[in-house]
């Protein structure tokens, strides 16, 4: 198979897009791809400390779930539950509540 110049030079500009991150961040210059690619960094270690705090709220949650369960109490406890869902919300908006229904949708019922 014969490759033609036009095929060689499409081949080296693609490999140089690659090459300085425009196509993996969607950037259109190589200085904004490298800022991208910096934050991105930033931001997938900031996601494993978010992972690590949820999954040692589940951890504290099912102590205080089991001591009551053992005790004779349920489970669950609304009213608590209903400061925690306005904690979130007063910090973060509508969206907040969304998310700390998702952390108690979490942490109930893990033991
Ligand atoms: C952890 C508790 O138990 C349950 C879990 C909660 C939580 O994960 O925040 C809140 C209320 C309860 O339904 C608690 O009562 O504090």
């Known amino acids: 198979m014969t490759v033609t110049p036009t095929e060689k030079t499409a081949a080296e500009q693609a490999r140089k897009t690659e090459s300085n991150g425009t196509e993996r961040t ?19 270690a900031l996601d494993d400390r978010i992972i690590g705090l949820i999954q040692e709220r589940m951890a504290v949650s099912a102590v205080i779930q089991q001591a009551r ?6 489970r ?17 908006g509508k ?17």
């Open 69 to 74: 369960i053992a005790s004779g109490g349920r």
């Open 26 to 44: 969607g950037a259109r210059t190589a200085e904004a791809a490298g800022v991208i690619t910096g934050a991105r960094e930033r931001i997938d």
């Open 95 to 111: 969206p907040g509540t969304a998310l700390a229904m998702t952390l108690l949708e979490l942490c109930r019922g893990k033991i």
């Open 76 to 92: 669950v406890n609304l009213s608590r539950e209903m400061e925690v869902l306005g904690h979130y919300r007063e910090a973060l």
